[in-house]
T-cell receptor, first 113, second 112 residues
Framework: GDSVTQMEGPVTLSEEAFLTINCTYT??????LFWYVQYPGEGLQLLLK?????DKGSNKGFEATYRKETTSFHLEKGSVQVSDSAVYFC????????????FGKGNQVVVIP | DAGITQSPRHKVTETGTPVTLRCHQT?????MYWYRQDPGHGLRLIHY???????DKGEVSDGYSVSRSKTEDFLLTLESATSSQTSVYFC???????????FGDGTRLSIL
């Protein structure tokens, strides 16, 4: 079935560093792709999305480009802040069906002042 | 916020007891979902609903049942709770097709 793979392990970096979180997917059709963010004690919030190949989603300085040829949707931010510390989830949704989401396991990001 | 309320927010109960979690939405969205979140597993879909009285299973549905008698409420029931069902449960809603899902703040359930 459809699946999403995120890089293993937490990510720790200093304030103003460049952030990349890798996400690759397996899907039979043409999925929409999403990044969600979860702050401590809260639910998931949609960070950005892309619905077709070569689309770039962006929000709050974060970007991700839908790469069909490499089945990837890597999340990037040029200069992180302490407030970006959170767990980030990559997810996909097939166009057909009942909008079911398949999630990656998430990456804890810790930004140190 | 997307107008989603989960109740209770925290619950501690004993093995073998029935538990019902409630998700209430004020958005009139057609789709509603229940997920569980566990360390190392991300979020996994338990059940979902695509309309009143229309529900289907997700990838981890064993031991859970759901009901949706009206658009705004989606109930998740553990008929006989087990310790393996200790988790954080999230409800989500969506409009149609591949539109993003919006999540509630979660219910932390501990089964002793």
């Amino acid at each position: 079935g459809d699946s999403v793979t995120q890089m293993e392990g937490p990510v720790t970096l200093s304030e103003e560093a460049f952030l990349t979180i890798n996400c690759t997917y397996t899907a039979t059709g043409y999925p929409s792709l999403f990044w969600y963010v979860q702050y401590p004690g809260e639910g998931l919030q949609l960070l950005l999305k892309a619905t077709k190949a070569d689309d770039k989603g962006s929000n709050k300085g974060f970007e991700a480009t839908y790469r069909k040829e490499t089945t990837s949707f890597h999340l990037e931010k040029g200069s992180v802040q302490v407030s970006d510390s959170a767990v980030y989830f990559c997810a996909l949704s097939e166009r057909r069906g009942n909008n079911r989401l398949a999630f990656g396991k998430g990456n804890q990001v810790v930004v140190i002042p | 916020d997307a107008g989603i309320t989960q109740s209770p927010r925290h619950k501690v109960t004993e093995t073998g007891t029935p538990v019902t979690l409630r998700c209430h939405q004020t958005e009139n969205h057609r789709y509603m979902y229940w997920y569980r979140q566990d360390p190392g597993h991300g979020l996994r879909l338990i059940h979902y609903s695509y309309g009143v009285k229309d529900t289907d299973k997700g990838e981890v549905s064993d031991g859970y049942s759901v009901s949706r008698s009206k658009t705004e409420d989606f109930l998740l029931t553990l008929e006989s709770a087990t310790s393996s069902q200790t988790s954080v449960y999230f409800c989500a809603i969506a409009t149609e097709g591949n539109q993003p899902q919006h999540f509630g703040d979660g219910t932390r359930l501990s089964i002793l």
